[in-house]
């Protein structure tokens, strides 16, 4: 059993950073493909980033690539999402996610641990 948890939300003006942590228990943390996922109020869940388990390779939404870079440390069992170019329209609340597959799935469904999640607030 893995457990996850989220860290380093916030609110931040429009143009500013947030650094996401993913913290997660076990031993087996190195052999899972880590995702990021977020939800808005009133919206469906939505994929943002995955990376897989040697962080060699990595996937991300249209609407966060370029200001968004997904990364890992298998040795501290942790996965990292630096945000840049915040925008409102990415206010959410975001949750890691842990996918034994080596494919990396853009699917919420398909994972199998998730954290609570950190809210990340954009302002205008």
């Known amino acids: 059993q893995v457990q996850l948890v989220e860290s380093g939300g916030g609110l931040v003006q429009a143009g500013g950073s947030l650094r996401l942590s993913c913290a997660a228990s076990g031993s087996t943390f190195g052999i899972y493909s880590v995702g990021w996922f977020r939800q808005a109020p009133g919206k469906e869940r939505e994929f943002v980033a995955s990376?897989?388990?040697?962080?060699?390779?990595?996937r991300y939404a249209d609407s966060v690539k370029g200001r968004f870079t997904i990364s890992r440390d298998n040795a501290q069992k942790s996965g990292y999402l630096q945000m840049n170019s915040l925008k409102p329209e990415d206010t959410a609340r975001y949750y890691c996610?842990?996918?034994?597959?080596?494919?990396?799935?853009?699917?919420?469904?398909?994972?199998?641990?998730w954290g609570r999640g950190t809210q990340v607030t954009v302002a205008s």
């Open positions: 996610a842990l996918d034994r597959s080596f494919e990396l799935r853009t699917t919420g469904a398909m994972y199998d641990y």
């Open positions: 990376i897989n388990w040697a962080g060699s390779t990595s």
